[in-house]
């Protein structure tokens, strides 16, 4: 396949990178500097120009490229890039954007401005900060088969009734499974005598009931989370805030910046928006943010983020979560206390693979140490008129069948359940077998 | 060649010719008003010379004026000066009928000019204080009371608003002309040209006053008022929507029926509602208007103080001593209701029509009339006074005060209908009201000092509700000035200082007020 990635900044590299191996990349960037970096540091053709320009375009071969990712940080060139690209050729169009009333506009016919797929990270990021708020002890919570399915990302904290329980005692709910063990750097298949350890970050995918009456198990003197505190102003911030506000709860949002702290104010109703340095003591003292049941860091960046982060644990804060840009830090900052580190680069990515794979949908797990995909069986497909047993011993070592629904109804998978063509599968797969799977599926 | 500017002499900045000779065209244009009188004075056969002279009058005035500068060019701060000197010169000419009436008529209180101009401004600034010694159509001709009637229907609306519809060349500076006259803070533009919002508005306002003049008839009609013939549903209808009060009966609307009174309480309720919302209405459907914040915050205060009254009547604590004219209402359910409803609709749309006398309500019940004196009507209507929405301003930012009392780095921007308002806004409101309350104050000392001069008792409470009837536009006050009373024995020191006080309230003080700061005049 052929992808042109318009804009190679922070994202549209790792996009080229995670592409290279099995595509044929080209990047377009107007930083001389930069294509000459990317030119030796990746196996792609880089191209100094700009890309809503025709003529840098066709230098790139829009005419036979299949897809084209826009992805530089500015929503009016992305949009017009796609537009340009559609204009001369009819590549699968990606634009990211940062503001949501692009997303509202092409949401009004689907390919508004010429743009297939539009990608609003802000939103994506915040819609996965609030799953994660919606479910105690989560680390990552993605929807699958339009919402009757979740995955769930969970650390197992130290004293829950769950540590040292073997998986078959565990999971005694109908519709969850358990489809994988993060422990250290390895990814453990769990069988029924597999031992949960406390600090392990277990997967499972289920029905939203059970997985929310899961998670109550996990950490049953959890009480609902009324007290939000949303430090920084960024978009992701803002983003954040409003789903909260949708969901009823009245968060605080502290934002240092004068200006800024006003035009919020006046954007979000149901938010109390403070003026104030999110670091000063004397401040959080007094606010008493140490009483919050969550404390989420938006601020512009990595390290901020973590301080923030960082102060609120040490305030007394139930959980804090933060928004991480760099993918390397993710564990890091999970290791060093922070409750969940929620990468907003993970949602364009997803969405990428998604479409590269054509798979419904995906989800990262641990940044890409595991997917799971969700995939509609197809007549052919070796998974169907089989029974789950039969078709694993053909399939690599490291997947598992998460979920099955069949005609919107929620399907637990046994050894003996026969999947049908139409069926969606919710799988989960180790990085390394991912391509594997997705082709023989 | 004179280097006058390096210094020694200050130079006047503002253009006044310009803005002399567009009064001029406005009065020239609004002589044709006396055409009205005119015709019904032809009719009746009575002070025709009277109507005829006045015309003539204007229309020279105004070409007189006109000429100062006969080719007009307004900016900013010449549009401060023009409205507010409109306003004045209106009111000038408007109270030759008066005079000339007063004069050769049987009327003798109105030849003296201060009460001719009291009357005359009292109508066009809709405040409805009369200085008439005894109004009846015996004493006075119908033509004449239609003219006290027309000002106030002219004012109502706006002399500039009616201007910027009909003259086009006021369409450039038109919304700057018509932010200083229309009640409230800024105007909303309806339409892209502002002649257009101007003639929407007034098209609103005119049909409301047909349709009022058509069910005030169609009662007489149907025998339900035995005493509004065409002559005084017209008038009426003429003065209530305007928010005017006016009325040729001495006896003001206690004069007609219960069905006459029931009727012009919701007329009186559209006059005191922002005229836009209509448009809004006609345009988005009907939610617009119930949604509206300051439409909610209107109908919920006149529903808080008509109950509040209505029990006071019902229970019989509301009245001081009942006169022998006036039925017992005390314990009937319908007349306690009406009589509340009434009073407190025509007092805080700043109407000024009566029921009843209501000076023979006990003075707990009064205080509340008092009270809703300073409350007003909504921005955008023919109300005078405060205005609700800025009330509505007011309690949000001081509730916002206490909640940062506490939380000090809160930011929280005071809403309105959901929408934020910027900071200079609520500042500007909190100065206009401050300063409404500074001239209210400082009104009822002089009005109080000015009656000691003269030997003439005035009670504190009588002339607190003269300067709060005159500078809110309401009209009619307490005991003395009370509704079926006057403002005549009044010493002429008072008159005018009530005339300058119900000028400034019709152009919420501010637009008055920077003309007599420097800074206006100079750079």
Redesign the interface.
Known sequence: MRVIITGAGQVGASIAASLAADHDVIVIDIDGERVEELTYSLDVLAIKGDGTSLSTLKEAGIETADLFIASTNNDETNVVACATATAVSDPFTIARVKQTNYLETWNQTGNTFGVDFMVCTDLLTAETIVRVIGLPSSQNVDIFAGGRILMAEFRVPSGSPVAGQTVKNADNFIELTFVGILRGDSVIIPTGDTVIEAGDDLVVIGSPESTHAFAGVLSPDHTEDQDIVIVGGSQTGVQTARLLEDRDRHPRLIENDHERARELAEELVGTTVMESDATDREFLDREHVGDADVVIATLGSDEKNLLASLLAERLGVDRTITVVETTEYTDLFEAVGVGAAINPRDATAEEIIRFTHGTENVALVEHGCAEVLEIEVSPGSILENRSISESMADLPTQVVVGAITRNGSVITPRGDTVIESGDHVVLFAETAAVETVAKMV | MNPGWIGSREQLRVDWRASVGLVGTVVKYLSGAFLVPLVVALYYGEDVPTFVVSLLFAIVVGVTLERVDPDPDLGAREGFLMVALTWLVVALVGMLPYLIAGVVGTESTLAQPENALFESMSGFTTTGATVMGDISLDRHSHALMLWRQLTQWLGGMGIIVLAVAILPELSVGGAQLMDAEAPGPGIQKLTPRIAKTARVLWMAYLGFTLLEMVLLYGLHLLGLAPNMGLYNAVSHALTTLPTGGFSPEARSIEAFSAAVQWVIIPFMIVAGTNFALFWHVVTDGPKQLFDDTEFQAFTGVIAVLTAVVAGQLFLGTGLQALPVAIAPFNGNLEASVRHAAFQVVSIVTTTGYASMDFNVWSAPTKYVLLFGMFIGGSAGSTAGAIKIVRWVVIIKSLRRELFTTV?P?????V?LG?H?IDERTVRGIYAFTLLYLVFFFVGVVLVIADAWRVGHYLSAFEAMSAVAATLGNVGPGFGSVGPMNSYLDFPLTSKLFMVFLMWIGRLEILPVLVLLTPAYWRT
């Open positions: 939380h780095e809160a930011v929280s921007p809403r959901g934020p």
